[in-house]
């Protein structure tokens, strides 16, 4: 089974700082990466697949980069909406394994 | 517009059984493979069965092999898990999740609202 490590546990960071959360595997999962954001009684939602490439409708400063076992999700500029609890996904074997997550609270 | 609506949550004792049904809606349903992802109460996303268009091919997390079975109905769209032996640790919203795209590549692009499946004595 691929372990989903993310870094850190919690962000805290202020309104329209940059927030750069961490996702190592604990072997190569290509590109095959996927990112979601979930929000306290809500449903996650799917930012980032392809470790790079942005969902419909996710805003431009969402950014997603990596491959192999070291990936990094970018948010540019922190807006109110985006303080949530973000997941990393590896859809490269089976079983499929989520990390962790990274909690981004207001500081 | 993806609707995709969980059903069949409650309480159970252990070892009891229960069956979790997902009406899927706004999408050629037998065009997509289908999931299951849960969350336990204040804890992260745990992967736990999917299941291809056809159901040709079905996946379990070790964690609930033997003892749930996923399956589908194209005819009513629908996507089901039935839960057997279930322990303490089932504890979780149990969301219901389709593959964003026909690519046969796993992650979820549409989810339910979820359904809390809580097992207690």
């Known amino acids: 089974e691929i372990v989903m490590t993310q870094s850190p546990a919690t962000l805290s960071v202020s309104p329209g700082e940059r927030a750069t959360l961490s996702c190592r595997a604990s072997?190569?999962?290509?590109?095959?990466l996927a990112w979601y954001q979930q929000k306290p009684g809500q449903a996650p939602r799917l930012l980032i697949y392809g470790a790079s490439t942005r969902a419909t409708g996710i805003p431009a400063r969402f950014n997603g980069s990596g491959s192999g076992t070291e990936f990094t999700l970018t948010i540019s500029s922190l807006q109110s909406e985006d303080f949530a609890v973000y997941y990393c996904q590896q859809y490269n074997n089976w079983p499929l394994t989520f990390g962790g997550g990274t909690k981004v609270e207001i500081k | 517009e993806v609707q995709l609506v969980e059903s069949g949550g409650g309480l159970v004792k252990p070892g009891g059984s229960l069956r979790l049904s997902c009406a899927a809606s706004g999408f050629t349903f037998s065009s997509y493979s289908m999931n299951w992802v849960r969350q336990a109460p204040g804890k992260g996303l745990e992967w736990v069965s999917s299941?291809?268009?056809?159901?040709?091919?079905?996946y379990y997390a070790d964690s609930v092999k033997g003892r749930f079975t996923i399956s589908r109905d194209n005819a009513k769209n629908s996507l089901y898990l039935q839960m057997n032996s279930l322990r303490a640790e089932d504890t979780a919203v149990y969301y219901c999740?389709?593959?964003?795209?026909?690519?046969?590549?796993?992650?979820?692009?549409?989810w339910g609202q979820g359904t809390l499946v809580t097992v207690s004595s």
């Open positions: 072997q190569s999962v290509s590109s095959n």
């Open positions: 999740a389709r593959n964003l795209d026909s690519s046969g590549w796993y992650f979820f692009g549409y």
């Open positions: 299941i291809s268009s056809s159901s040709s091919y079905i």
